[in-house]
């Protein structure tokens, strides 16, 4: 991935993403619930906090860079996700943007919210 898309995807709106995360899980019968879940569970935001960054419009930079905490089972994400292995992306920011993206891919394709949160 080259480094203008990277800096494309850091400058990137949170809030103009979050929308289509939840609009690909209703597509596919689930919630919007289910998508605050995995955000909750990646980056350890609650409701509140997530809200303050979609209001703010923030940015991935600053999206990420201000999370409580990644989850330390994020690292069990693996698999193939806008044609990179998420395990092997080099790019830290990059890296957890595409977190996210698996693990919305994985609701979206109807996976068991436990398997998708790494606890079973």
Known sequence: MNNNNNTRVYKMSFASVYPLYIQKAEKKG????EVDQIIFWLTGYDAQSLQHHIDNKTD???????APRINPNA??????ICGY???EIED???QKVRYLDKLIDELAKG???G???RTS
């Open 30 to 33: 689930r919630t919007k619930e």
């Open 115 to 117: 398997k998708i949160l």
């Open 60 to 66: 991935f930079e600053t999206f990420f860079a201000q």
């Open 111 to 113: 996976k068991a919210m």
């Open 85 to 87: 292995r998420v395990e």
């Open 75 to 80: 690292s069990k994400i693996t698999g193939v």
């Open 92 to 94: 830290e920011l990059i």
